[in-house]
Structure formats: structure tokens, C-alpha cells
């Protein structure tokens, strides 16, 4: 019952084949998009998203059927956007590459689907140039919806038109923040727009937007398909439906499973990853991308549902955990951390733009010996200061939770750093 | 190649930059993949190139050279003909990201950023390519390559 406990990989092969049109049909593909524009009307298919209560996959969680409900679709000779974000860029995540370039159709579907409930004439998939070979299966995907009916004029023979454009990027973590995105979009440096007027009311080009992550858009079909009873029973924890986990790092099977919301991050490591290599032990983890808290092993035990992990004193993130073993120097470790979020902070906000390569600096003079212990209450401080309401986007928050994880989880590994200069 | 019809670009870039424009609500939004165009065709976007571009968008050098710096695969000056990434993020660097791209370096004789004697590649750390699982990682031209090991290197550059 693979198709029935593995809605989002059950056409994906171990030998990286792409799922063609007439695969992707033989385990119920468009059959949600039928349905969809057969018998439902837009507030109904919102309604359907909601109760199955699917959460935004990119990071942040936020309900998608909620989301959708607060475009405006009184004027319907408005024009609205929808957005897929494939900029996947988030450091130790992995997830929506393999979406993207396994099953291309899922997405698609998912985003008709989408288009549909908001009532967007057109829509963009937002991919990361990096991902050629997405690209072309994109391309080659679109090109088959379009034959078949699934996308262009009058959808499926009904009132319905959706055209779907794919934009490729030039390279900026910050084009994964939808307001940054939105302005990459528009041939513009990608930097953050000021919140409110939210993209859900004025987005692109000023008209009502919605931007929804990869991995959230392909639930969207399984959902409208099997229906919502189903979709919550996949879950075994708060949260509903299934979701991509991972783990890299030093493990003994790195890799991406589609598992139960709820699933402990135990078994992710342990079973699905097989444990650390032999001679690492596992030192801590982050459970879902470079830009979420440090958790232990002690922390194993907690379950991938956003509550959980935020009870733990983290975030789930994008759910792919990189594992730090016990022969990675943490402080060095942080340093690649703050040298990513440093060199791709847009530099709009001068927290983020000058208070990012300060913690660099500080962190590299104290691994260089040079380092003071007073070094470790202005990381502190700075933690503080790029937290969340002091910047323009939440990219420096995310940058320092790592940092403050470290030095509350990890601090005799910098004292260290910092003894060795004073002898 | 082909023939150039005003100063900076050629009949084939200008014709590709057009067809974006029905994608689009202006001009402008065409920026991105416009300097993508020139690159397929000439490696990196130059003065010239970033000036007629500007011109055919209807935008300022200023806003598009703005534009052009602020992203990652946006080359300003010359690159050789294959361009190898190598990732320099978490789970990479931990598994020897930073061996990867000295051997890379030390292999071509070049420090980062810098074209080959021979003009055939230039080596520039990238983000994260999404390939943690197979750590470390480079992207060769438009290639992923994975686990990437001393032996690897050398294979890539084909010695």
C-alpha cells in the first residue's frame, strides 16, 4: 500500500528516472485536479486543505488552506499570482530537489490545484538555477499537462485558465523568503519588502499573491484525491499528513524518507539513517536546516511535529537534520553557519548586514587562539540584537539560532578555544 | 556566431531576451534571465554586454549592474569555459569541502576565482547544491557531481 502510506514518493525510483505523464496517471495523478474542477468551487477546495490541516513544508508551518482563505477573491477580474518556491537553498536540506526532479507532475497538479482555490490565472515555479536537471524535467513536464488539457486554456474543458511559467534564479538564500523572492521575480535585487500589506493581498506587481513551498503544493493533490480523513490518518503525531525527513552528515546511510508527521527523530537517525559511522558518536543535531537550534542526544526522543520541536527548543524547519559527530569541532562547525548566513545576508538591514560579520570575526579569532572570554557575551549580545523584531526578515534570527544553541550546548568547546590562547 | 546588430548584443541574444518578455508584466522582470542569455553566449556579462541589456529593458546601468552583482551565478568578469562550483556548506564542509576546492585549485594552478592558463575552467565556492545525502558535492558546468573524493577531482579534470 505504498501509493496509500507514500502519497509523495510513490512514484520515485531508486534509479533517479523521472516519472512521465502516463506514470504519474497510472497511481492517480490529475485525479485530484478532476475532482477539483468537476465538483468543487474554490472556498470549497480551502476548506478541504484546511481541515486536513496541511502546514506550510518550507520552514515556517504556517496553514495553507488559511493562507489560500485570505486572498481576496471578491473581484474576480483581478489578477492573482501563485508562486511555487523551488529555491531550496536552506544548507543540509535536500528535500525538494528530489520532488522537483522525480516526479515533476506531483508539483504541477498541486499547483493547478492551487491556482485554482485562489483563482490565479497565472502562475511561476521559482527554481534555483542550480537545478538544471529539475529544469528540464519542469519544461518537459509542462509541455505534457498542456497537451493533455491538464493546464493552459479552459482546464480540464472548463471555465478555468491557468498558464504556468518557470522562472530560473541566479543564486541568493534570500530569494527563499517570499517577499525577497517576489522581488527576484520582478528583476530586482531580491531583498525583503516591508510587512504589512502581506503578499496574500498586494504581491506581485502589486496584485494578490500566494507563495507555497515545493513539498507543500505536492500534498495538495493526495489531499483533494483521498480526502482530508485520510490525509489526517497518516500521521502519527499533532501535525497531519507525511512529510520528507532526512539526515547528512556522519551517519551511515544519509538519505530522505517519507515518513509519518510525528515520526521521532530517534528512528530517523537510528533506523532510517542507520546510526552514526563506525567510530562517531552523535554529538547533537540540527533538526531542519542550517538556521534552527542545536538539539542533543538527550533530545532524541522528540517527535517531527512543529510544536515538539519548538517545546524542545527548536524548529523543525525543513526537517532534514545534519548531524554533528563527536570529532566536528562545534565552534568550527558555527563558523561555516555564520560565514553562509553572513555572505548571503541581502544587506538591507544593517542588524543583519553588520552584525553577521561581526560574529564571524569574533568566532574566527577565538578558534585562531586570539579569542577573549568576554568574546562569548558579545555572541550572546549578538544573538540578542539579530533576534526576531530587530530586522527587516527573519534570515538573522535564523542565523543566530544555531549560534545561541551553541553556546548554551557547547560553550567548554569555545572556553577551550579560549584557555588554550591564555597558556 | 552571430551577427551582432548594435553595440553589445547579438541578433540571438536580443531575440531570446524578447521572448521572455511575454512571461512577464514589464521589462524589467526580465533582468535576471536577460543576463542569463548573455552568459550562455559569452561566459560572463561585460560592460558592454550589462550597458545594452540595460538599454534594450528600458532600465539604468546602475539598477541592472545592482541587479547583476547581487546574485551568486552572475559572472561580472571572465570565466573559463566550464565553471566548477564546489559547495562550501555544513554538511560538505564537515565531510572536506575545504580539501576539495585546494585540490581543485592546486590541480589547475589557479587561486578561486581565476580563469586556467588554458581558459578551460574556473573553480568558485557555491551554497548548498541540495545534495547533502552524497557530500561532499561540485557542479561541473551544469553537472552535479557526487560524493566528490581526491580520485574524483582528478577525473573531473580529466587527468
Request: net charge negative; hydrophobic share 40%; proline share 5%.
Amino acid at each position: 500500500m505504498e501509493i496509500m502510506d507514500k502519497p509523495l514518493t510513490k512514484n520515485i525510483r531508486p534509479d533517479r528516472a523521472f516519472a512521465t505523464l502516463a506514470d504519474y496517471e497510472s497511481t492517480g495523478g490529475y485525479q485530484g485536479l478532476r475532482k477539483t474542477i468537476s465538483q468543487l468551487q474554490p472556498k470549497d477546495v480551502q476548506q478541504w486543505v484546511k481541515d486536513a490541516g496541511l502546514r506550510g513544508r518550507g520552514g515556517a508551518g504556517f496553514g495553507t488552506g488559511l493562507k489560500w482563505s485570505l486572498v481576496p477573491l471578491d473581484d474576480l477580474s483581478q489578477t492573482r499570482y501563485l508562486v511555487a518556491n523551488a529555491d531550496e537553498m536552506e544548507p543540509g536540506t535536500f528535500k525538494d530537489r528530489l520532488l522537483l526532479e522525480q516526479d515533476p507532475h506531483q508539483l504541477i497538479e498541486g499547483m493547478i490545484i492551487a491556482a485554482y482555490a485562489i483563482q490565479a490565472q497565472r502562475a511561476y515555479i521559482f527554481l534555483r538555477g542550480e537545478y538544471h536537471v529539475a529544469k528540464f524535467r519542469l519544461e518537459q513536464a509542462l509541455l505534457e499537462a498542456k497537451s493533455k488539457g491538464y493546464l493552459g486554456e479552459h482546464v480540464l474543458d472548463s471555465e478555468f485558465s491557468l498558464d504556468i511559467v518557470l522562472h530560473t534564479g541566479a543564486g541568493r538564500y534570500i530569494c527563499g523568503e517570499e517577499t525577497a523572492l517576489l522581488n527576484a521575480l520582478e528583476g530586482k535585487r531580491a531583498t525583503p519588502r516591508a510587512k504589512p500589506p502581506f503578499p496574500l493581498v498586494s504581491g506581485l506587481w502589486g496584485k494578490p499573491t500566494v507563495v507555497n513551498n515545493v513539498e507543500t503544493l505536492c500534498n495538495v493533490p493526495h489531499i483533494l484525491n483521498y480526502g482530508v480523513e485520510w490525509y489526517q490518518g497518516l500521521a502519527r503525531g499533532v501535525d497531519k499528513g507525511t512529510k520528507l525527513f532526512g539526515a547528512s552528515g556522519r551517519v551511515k546511510h544519509p538519505g530522505l524518507w517519507e515518513l509519518p508527521m510525528g515520526t521521532p527523530i530517534r528512528e530517523i537517525i537510528e533506523q532510517h539513517a542507520g546510526g552514526m559511522r563506525d567510530g562517531y558518536k552523535l554529538r547533537g543535531f540540527l533538526p531542519g536546516g542550517a538556521s534552527t537550534d542545536f538539539l542533543l542526544p538527550e533530545h532524541l526522543d522528540v517527535v517531527m511535529d512543529f510544536e515538539a520541536v519548538a517545546k524542545a527548543g527548536s524548529r523543525m524547519g525543513t526537517g532534514v537534520i545534519i548531524v554533528l559527530d563527536d570529532q566536528t569541532c562545534p565552534v568550527k562547525m558555527v563558523l561555516n553557519l555564520e560565514q553562509f548566513f553572513a555572505q548571503e545576508s541581502c544587506g538591507w538591514c544593517t542588524p543583519c548586514r553588520d552584525g553577521l560579520p561581526w560574529t564571524v570575526t569574533l568566532l574566527k579569532d577565538i578558534i585562531a587562539g586570539k579569542g577573549r572570554i568576554e568574546d562569548l557575551d558579545a555572541l550572546a549580545g549578538l544573538t540578542r540584537m539579530l533576534g526576531p523584531g530587530n530586522t527587516f526578515c527573519a534570515l538573522a534570527p535564523g542565523a543566530v539560532e544555531p549560534l545561541q544553541s551553541a553556546l548554551k550546548y557547547f560553550r567548554a568547546d569555545f572556553e577551550r578555544y579560549i584557555a588554550m590562547e591564555r597558556a | 556566431m552571430n551577427e551582432p546588430i548594435f553595440e553589445g548584443l547579438s541578433l540571438a541574444e536580443i531575440r531570446e531576451i524578447n521572448a521572455e518578455m511575454s512571461h512577464y508584466e514589464n521589462k524589467t522582470a526580465v533582468s535576471i534571465e536577460a543576463l542569463k542569455i548573455v552568459q550562455k553566449y559569452r561566459r560572463w556579462v561585460s560592460d558592454q554586454c550589462l550597458i545594452a541589456v540595460a538599454e534594450l529593458l528600458d532600465i539604468s546601468p546602475a539598477q541592472l549592474e545592482g541587479v547583476a552583482t547581487f546574485y551568486n551565478l552572475i559572472y561580472r568578469q571572465p570565466v573559463g569555459k566550464t565553471v566548477i562550483h564546489y559547495c562550501n556548506s555544513v554538511t560538505c564542509w564537515m565531510l572536506g569541502s575545504d580539501q576539495v576546492g585546494e585540490s581543485l585549485c592546486r590541480h589547475l594552478n589557479v587561486e578561486l576565482g581565476e580563469m586556467s592558463a588554458d581558459g578551460e575552467y574556473t573553480v568558485l565556492p557555491i551554497v548548498c547544491l541540495g545534495a547533502c545525502d552524497h557530500a561532499p558535492v561540485v557542479m561541473v558546468g551544469d553537472q552535479l557531481k557526487f560524493d566528490i573524493t581526491e580520485d574524483a577531482v582528478n577525473e573531473i579534470l580529466g587527468r
